[in-house]
């Protein structure tokens, strides 16, 4: 249970660092938000709890291929938002398009032999 409270707490932290810094400077919260710090985080606990070389390189592996269907998010929300759309609305809508690209994701991948 400590090492589940330490890794909420660090993982808190950096979201809360990303807030901070957003507030004051927009491209430098998007900067460090771009970090692919949740990625290693998990990567290091996940490398932490097993040492499983190979569940560690299917896991990023799948991360890379689910980075690729949550870039259009980034280019919809704001677009939404510069068209008079609520933040929620279009947050939720940024979510459910990401949902979608997701399953669209899985299922390309399958086609091509890539088990995700």
Do not use: K
Request: include cysteine; proline fraction near 4%.
């Amino acid at each position: 249970m400590t090492a589940f409270a330490v890794r909420a707490l660090l993982s808190g932290l950096i979201v809360a660092l990303i807030a901070m810094v957003a507030r004051r400077n927009p491209a430098a919260g998007a900067l460090i938000a771009s970090l692919p710090l949740t990625s290693i985080l998990g990567m290091i606990w996940l490398w932490h709890d097993t040492g499983d070389r190979h569940r560690l390189a299917d896991h990023a592996e799948a991360t890379f291929w689910y980075v690729i269907p949550s870039l259009p998010m980034f280019l919809a929300i704001p677009a939404m938002l510069r068209h008079g759309m609520g933040f929620w609305s279009a947050l939720l809508a940024g979510c459910a398009l990401t949902m979608l690209l997701y399953l669209l994701t899985i299922y390309v991948a399958a086609r091509f032999g890539v088990r995700l």
